[in-house]
Structure formats: structure tokens, C-alpha cells
């Protein structure tokens, strides 16, 4: 059973970073996109930082998810925490934009997670 839990929580893990590196690539679009615009210059200063800290906040995610695949005290309530978290990310996501690869790709990580703790 632990097995099973270590290998879903790699694979969840490795679609957060996944999704990161994607995330991530849109930010020079972001970037001359919002400098290009007629916004304040309040958010075309702040709104690259958000989309790096998004991508930032994912790959932490992901390193939290390999933290608990390896550790020999992993918990159930730790990584179905960690479940419920990229879940609301899912979620947020989707009432931003609708569904996209990106949902998609945090939808399975938070199955693979919330699979996990069953598992353990």
C-alpha cells in the first residue's frame, strides 16, 4: 500500500511541475501584454509578479508532494491536506479561465494526491 502512495504522489508532484514550467512560459506574453496595455501602472508592475508566484507556488506544491512520498512518517491528513490544496487551485483556475490543459493537469495531480491518501 505504501508503494502505491509514494508512486502517486511522485506522479502528482511531477504534474505540479509540470504545470509550472507551462505557467511559467506565459510570462514574457504576460508581461509586454500588460506593459502594451492601458492598466494602471500599479498592475503592470504587479501582475508578472503574480504570474511567477503562481508557478513558484506550484513547484512548492510539488516539492511538498516528494517530501511526503519519501518521508517514513507520512500522513494520511498531510497528503489529503495537500490534495484539498491543489484541488482549490483546480478550482480557482477554472473560475478564471474554464477548463484548459492546465486545470486538466491539476485535476489528475490532485486525484493522484487525494488517491495517495487513501493509500497510506
Known amino acids: 500500500m505504501f508503494r502505491a502512495a509514494r508512486i502517486l504522489c511522485v506522479i502528482g508532484s511531477i504534474l505540479l ?3 509550472a514550467v ?6 514574457y506574453a504576460i ?6 496595455s492601458s492598466a494602471s501602472a500599479f498592475l503592470k508592475h504587479v501582475v508578472p509578479g503574480l504570474w511567477v508566484h ?3 507556488h506550484l513547484v512548492v506544491l510539488a516539492a511538498f508532494g516528494l517530501v ?3 518521508s517514513l512518517h507520512r500522513t494520511r491528513s498531510l497528503v489529503a491536506l495537500l490534495a ?4 482549490a487551485d483546480a478550482a480557482w483556475a477554472f ?4 477548463f484548459f490543459v492546465g486545470v486538466a493537469l491539476l485535476i489528475a495531480a490532485a ?3 487525494a488517491l495517495a491518501a487513501v493509500a497510506t
Not at 22 to 27: D, F, N, P, Q
Request: proline share 0%; hydrophobic share 55%.
Open 84 to 87: 484539498l490544496a491543489v484541488a
Open 54 to 56: 503562481f508557478s513558484m
Open 22 to 27: 507551462l505557467h511559467g512560459t506565459g510570462y
Open 111 to 113: 486525484l493522484c494526491f
Open 68 to 70: 511526503l512520498a519519501f
Open 95 to 98: 473560475s478564471l479561465a474554464g
Open 31 to 36: 508581461s509586454g501584454a500588460i506593459s502594451r
Open 17 to 19: 511541475l509540470v504545470t
